[in-house]
């Protein structure tokens, strides 16, 4: 398959790398890092399973709209997103996937589909994976199988659209997951990763310094998130996810994940290094959603309210260094 691909971060250098390894014709747009790309390929050090590899896609610094691709895929941070809107309403395609949790996704699918110049599907997805870049490689902290869900904001996307997806990562350790409603996923996203990441500012992105209170609040926090969400008639994505926050034996299996990932190198990788790296998406992400609850309901969130509060303490320290 013939693959264009935005945004070459950790997350979207992982994409790039299955997609190469599936044996797919892949093309990366890339502007502050074409000379590296051009000069070493694509280096991806993934971090627990202790090994680098180096792929060669073309790397262009603007895509070519006339050629014809049959995947396009958008991998950026939410508030990065919009900035390629144009651009994936032009590119010569049939199908564009914009992956990353943006909780604007209606306004991203809107503009495309108000401004494309051909007929095409708009998908969205999440992939499980964290990290950044560092003297020109991408850090990567991903487990044995990659997740990526997919789907349409709010219906079932066409068959023959996520047969595609799937196909163009044939043979590789990833696992697709469909849902009719990623819109519902980005918002319960944010209430599960939102709570863990004002806990990681709170000690300067050093999870070891986490206790048991901290693990409760952030249980604690995304319950309050999720019951917000639901009085907003917005149904949990996935289906069931209330049932690790709401008391039990999924409760506890949620919990002491935590509690190992607070006091492992796994925690450190994959949320606050996240955390160090993406602070402008985790800020737009707190700031976004600051904006919807005043604008839609004022149901009290105490125990998030607290522990955001300690973050944005954080957040202003820094910006005073």
């Known amino acids: 398959m013939k693959i264009l691909v935005y945004g070459v971060g950790a997350i979207g250098s992982l994409m790039v790398h299955f997609l190469c390894r599936a044996g797919n014709d892949v093309t990366v747009a890339a502007r502050s890092t074409y000379e590296t790309l051009e000069k070493n390929g694509l280096v991806v050090v993934h971090r627990i399973q202790n090994k680098t590899t180096v792929d060669r896609p073309k790397v262009v610094k603007q895509a070519d709209l006339n050629e014809k691709y049959d995947i396009v895929f ?41 401004h494309m110049t051909k007929q095409r599907y708009v998908l969205f997805g999440f992939q499980d994976s ?42 590789q350790a990833v696992k697709i997951t469909e849902t009719d409603d990623m819109y519902g996923y980005y918002l319960y996203h944010i209430a599960e990763i939102m709570p863990y990441c004002y806990i990681s500012y ?13 693990i409760d609040d952030i249980m604690r ?14 149904k949990p994505v996935p289906e069931g996810e209330e049932n690790y926050y709401s008391g039990g034996v999924k409760t506890l299996a949620m919990k002491t994940l935590y509690r190992i990932m607070s006091k492992t190198a796994l925690g450190n990788i994959m949320v606050a290094e996240h955390c160090e790296n993406g602070i402008g998406e985790m800020q737009y992400l707190d700031a976004w959603f600051e904006k919807y609850r005043a604008e839609h309901s004022e149901m009290p969130m105490p125990t998030w309210d607290r522990l955001r509060k300690q973050a944005v303490l954080e957040w202003r320290k820094r910006d005073k260094c």
Do not use: W
């Open 74 to 114: 958008s991998v950026m941070q939410a508030e990065q997103q919009k900035n390629v809107l144009d651009v994936l309403s032009k590119v010569n395609t049939r199908l564009v996937v914009l992956v990353g949790n943006d909780p604007e996704a209606d306004f991203c699918e809107r503009y495309i589909k108000e």
């Open 202 to 214: 709170k000690y300067g992105n050093d999870l070891k310094k986490a206790v048991k209170r901290d």
């Open 221 to 234: 926090a995304t319950k309050e998130c999720f019951d917000y969400f639901t009085a907003q008639g917005i």
């Open 130 to 171: 964290a990290g950044g870049r560092k003297d020109g490689k991408a850090m990567v902290g991903r487990l044995p199988v990659t997740g990526i869900t997919i789907g349409g904001l709010h219906e079932k996307a066409a068959p023959k659209a996520i047969a595609a997806v799937k196909h163009a990562f044939r043979g």
